[in-house]
């Protein structure tokens, strides 16, 4: 399945964004889906998972409360609303597609797919 993450961008500390990752290839409801972000200089870290029927969802801690994770399998799209962003959410922000994990992982090895990164800037 191929990944395109869209929808980064600057905005200022409490402003809200929200990402899109469009799927194609294979059968998008075969896929648990994950959001994973890697500022500069640090490892890739987990954001949030959706699993393939979008009834299970979870989040970093980092971000609980503030991110909401979403998908549409109609439209073979997985999103992420982020509001009250702050500086130190400032990364690329990857989706990813699971097809052996449907609930979706923390873990970013359990992961086939991976989108291209798109980068949001959170200025103080």
């Known amino acids: 399945v191929q990944l395109q993450a869209s929808g980064g961008g600057l905005v200022q500390a409490g402003d809200s964004l929200r990402l899109s990752c469009a799927a194609s290839?294979?059968?998008?409801?075969?896929?648990?889906m994950g959001w994973f972000r890697q500022a500069p200089g640090k490892e890739r870290e987990f954001v949030a998972v959706?699993?393939?029927?979008?009834?299970?969802?979870y989040y970093a801690d980092s971000v609980k409360g503030r991110v909401t994770i979403s998908r549409d399998n109609a439209k073979n799209t997985v999103n992420l609303q982020m509001n009250s962003l702050k500086p130190e959410d400032t990364a690329v922000y990857y989706c990813?597609?699971?097809?052996?994990?449907?609930?979706?992982?923390?873990?970013?090895?359990?992961?086939?797919?991976w989108g291209q990164g798109t980068q949001v800037t959170v200025s103080s």
């Open positions: 990813a597609a699971s097809g052996r994990y449907l609930s979706g992982s923390i873990y970013a090895d359990r992961y086939d797919y």
């Open positions: 290839g294979r059968t998008f409801s075969n896929y648990g």
């Open positions: 959706i699993s393939w029927n979008g009834g299970f969802t």
